[in-house]
């Protein structure tokens, strides 16, 4: 079957630095999306992967592994407007998205 | 404006009743989806079109039907709700930049369902 694991949730110190990892097993892939959701809002993208290493943008950077089956996002110098969930999501063999349930990631002063 | 719109926002029904979410989107993309989201689970694929005549099932579609009206709007029908269909709805639309497709997001839609 297809899966995504991703923690559930997470909580890290305003201006600190936080990675969320994410898991999939998707049958074939074509690349891996970070999509944030603030608390009632419509998730919205962050990033897009297909080739294996690092994309940074901003305080936000992809990384993906294919070989390993494993992404992680990078936060830096962590905002309080940074308190959200963050969606791992695969796009597998038939172009479909995969979708983890998502990681809430909780920001304390 | 709000490029994807979603209506109604909220609404309460209850079980046995038929109804109809809609979504409207300005961004000029042939493809639309329909996802639920449950507490602890992922976004579930109802249904996806790729353009007016195109419609498809995706994960869940059991319980739900749709209609693709035009290119801007995608609406979604439970026939006869129940309640485990009680879940925020998200239409979403997508274009393709290169390699990337991405999907951009309405602003949900909250169903009770008694």
């Known amino acids: 079957g297809q899966n995504i694991d991703q923690p559930t949730e997470m909580t890290a110190t305003e201006g600190a630095i936080v990675q969320i990892n994410c898991t999939y097993q998707t049958s074939g892939f074509n690349g891996l999306f970070w999509y944030q959701q603030h608390a009632g809002e419509a998730p919205t993208f962050l990033s897009y992967n297909v080739l294996d290493g690092l994309e940074e943008k901003g305080r936000f950077s992809s990384f993906l592994s294919r070989s390993k089956g494993y992404s992680y996002l990078l936060l830096k110098e962590l905002q309080m407007k940074d308190s959200a969930s963050y969606l791992c999501a695969a796009l597998d063999s038939n172009y479909q998205l995969i979708w983890g349930a998502g990681t809430k990631l909780i920001i304390k002063p | 404006d709000a490029d994807v719109t979603q209506t109604p926002r909220n609404r309460i029904t209850k079980t046995g009743k038929r109804i109809m979410l809609e979504c409207s989107q300005t961004k000029g993309h042939d493809r639309m989806y329909w996802y639920r989201q449950d507490p602890g689970l992922g976004l579930r694929l109802i249904y996806y079109s790729f353009d007016v005549k195109d419609i498809n099932k995706?994960?869940?579609?059991?319980?739900?039907?749709?209609?693709?009206?035009?290119?801007?709007?995608?609406?979604?029908?439970?026939e006869s709700a129940i309640p485990n269909q009680t879940a925020l709805y998200f239409c979403a639309t997508s274009d393709q930049t290169g390699d990337v497709e991405t999907q951009y997001f309405g602003p949900g839609t909250r169903l009770l369902v008694l």
């Open chain 2, 58 to 78: 995706g994960e869940i579609s059991d319980g739900y039907s749709v209609s693709r009206q035009a290119q801007a709007k995608f609406s979604l029908s439970l």
